[in-house]
């Protein structure tokens, strides 16, 4: 069974400052990895995604997140965050055979401070 | 806005009761998926269905029920209700039925249980 792992569930960090949020997966097979973001009182909304090709994929807002198949990771980083990065982040992970069905792991809370 | 939109965004109600959650997907997509968000439980896909047919299920539990629309909409139905069934539960929707293709989630419901 497909299972996801957020290592860190808070993640205080300073405006300005780089930021990774570790995610581990187990899964017996080729895998798609995504990772989500919820603001307040909002749904989730999609950040960025793996499906195949470059390990290295990126969002329009300046985070990135690197699949390493070796290590069964999707961390996710950002070299600078903003205040307005303030948010709950889930990775989730999928295959072609479930569907659509997302594992999600327990969220990490990012907290940006000034 | 995800252009999907459910009803009611509040609810409470008590044990033994049954309550019915309405979602209604974006315009041109045909997979619905149910997810619970929990404290104690985390983000927990319920079930998906594409074009009005049941897709995948995931720990739904018997008290639980889900129908999708020929209109695309679809309900969840919840009965006998228990007090651990307090959550927010979201609806996202998809243009098609596998996961590479990206879920647009909806605001969620948010349930209280007394």
């Known amino acids: 069974a497909q299972s996801v792992t957020q290592l860190d569930s808070q993640v205080p960090v300073f405006e300005e400052a780089p930021v990774e949020l570790r995610c581990n997966y187990s899964?017996?097979?080729?895998?798609?990895l995504f990772w989500y973001v919820q603001y307040p009182n909002q749904g989730l909304q999609l950040l960025l995604k793996?499906?195949?090709?470059?390990?290295l994929v990126e969002s329009i807002n300046g985070f990135e997140a690197e699949f390493n198949k070796s290590q069964t990771s999707f961390h996710l980083r950002k070299p600078s965050v903003h205040i307005s990065d303030t948010a709950e982040y889930f990775c989730?992970?999928?295959?072609?055979?479930?569907?659509?069905?997302?594992?999600f792991g327990q969220g990490t809370e990012l907290s940006v401070k000034p | 806005d995800s252009g999907v939109t459910q009803t009611p965004k509040h609810l409470i109600t008590a044990t033994g009761q049954r309550v019915t959650l309405r979602c209604s997907p974006r315009?041109?997509?045909?997979?619905v998926y149910w997810y619970q968000q929990s404290l104690d439980q985390g983000l927990q896909f319920l079930i998906q269905?594409?074009?009005?047919?049941?897709?995948a299920k995931g720990n739904i539990l018997e008290r639980f029920s889900a129908q999708q629309f020929p209109d695309l909409h679809s309900e969840l139905n919840l009965s006998s209700l228990e007090l651990g069934d307090s959550a927010l539960y979201f609806c996202?929707?998809?243009?098609?039925?596998?996961?590479?293709?990206?879920?647009?989630f909806g605001p969620g419901t948010r349930l209280t249980v007394t």
């Open positions: 315009s041109g997509d045909l997979s």
């Open positions: 793996y499906l195949s090709g470059s390990t």
């Open positions: 989730a992970v999928s295959d072609e055979n479930q569907g659509g069905k997302l594992i």
């Open positions: 899964s017996s097979v080729s895998v798609y």
């Open positions: 269905y594409y074009n009005g047919e049941e897709r």
């Open positions: 996202a929707s998809s243009e098609a039925g596998t996961s590479d293709y990206e879920q647009y």
